[in-house]
């Protein structure tokens, strides 16, 4: 599975988008980008996920780049309770041992008032 | 609304005693996992399951076994628990055909003294 690079933590202020970036240099042709989030003291939460078309649902927007090397996730209007640590996971549909996601440190965002 | 129920969300055990650690899932989910979160080290699977008495090891098996008598249920055993096991236990589900799309439970927090 393709290595992703996060920035530790970032701010962002309620009501703004907050946009978080992944880089994923080494993403292979079959393999997706998949977003989770942890909230303290919670198990961690799906988001979104795509393969090289942008995507939207009710929680959030991803956005891949054309050469697929890079994405960012966008929550639209930020609130406290997106505060979390959001990880950016890349992995083949159906690869081997399907469910072993290599979560890594993610980006810690705050969100304030 | 889709539901990862762990039996408990703090445990206090001692050095040798066997621990059980209970998963249900409501959404007939044919993949169960089970992971560790220890700080510094991220998530990291234990065992997994992809149909009812059928299991695989994770990335760090030692120590634990599981048993999955019923699709719903997906049990955690630590045959002597030790206080290096001490950590916070994940249990997700996902289905056959979105396998990288995980639910997951809140956790459970194991002290072992």
């Known amino acids: 599975d393709a290595k992703t690079t996060q920035p530790t933590s970032m701010d962002c202020a309620e009501g703004r988008a907050a946009n978080l970036p992944c880089n994923h240099s080494t993403i292979s042709g079959n393999e997706y980008v998949y977003w989770y989030r942890q909230i303290h003291s919670q198990g961690p939460q799906y988001i979104i996920h795509?393969?090289?078309n942008n995507e939207t649902n009710e929680m959030a927007s991803l956005i891949i780049t054309e050469d697929r090397k890079s994405s960012t996730l966008i929550l639209p209007h930020a609130t406290l309770r997106d505060t979390a640590v959001y990880y950016c996971i890349v992995r083949a549909l159906y690869g081997g041992s399907q469910g072993n996601l290599i979560f890594g440190k993610g980006t810690k965002l705050s969100v304030k008032p | 609304d889709v539901k990862v129920t762990q039996s408990s969300r703090y445990l206090v055990k001692r050095t040798g005693e066997k621990v059980f650690l209970e998963c249900v899932q409501d959404m007939d989910h044919e993949n169960m996992f089970w992971y560790r979160q220890d700080p510094g080290l991220g998530l990291r699977l234990i065992y997994f399951?992809?149909?009812?008495?059928?299991?695989e090891k994770g990335d760090i098996p030692e120590g634990y076994s599981v048993s999955r008598e019923k699709k719903e249920r997906f049990s955690l055993i630590l045959e002597s628990a030790s206080t290096n096991q001490t950590s916070m236990y994940l249990c997700?589900?996902?289905?056959?055909?979105?396998?990288?799309?995980?639910?997951f439970g809140s956790g459970t927090q194991l002290s072992v003294l």
């Open positions: 399951s992809y149909d009812v008495k059928m299991k």
């Open positions: 795509g393969l090289k």
């Open positions: 997700a589900s996902s289905h056959r055909d979105t396998g990288e799309k995980l639910f």
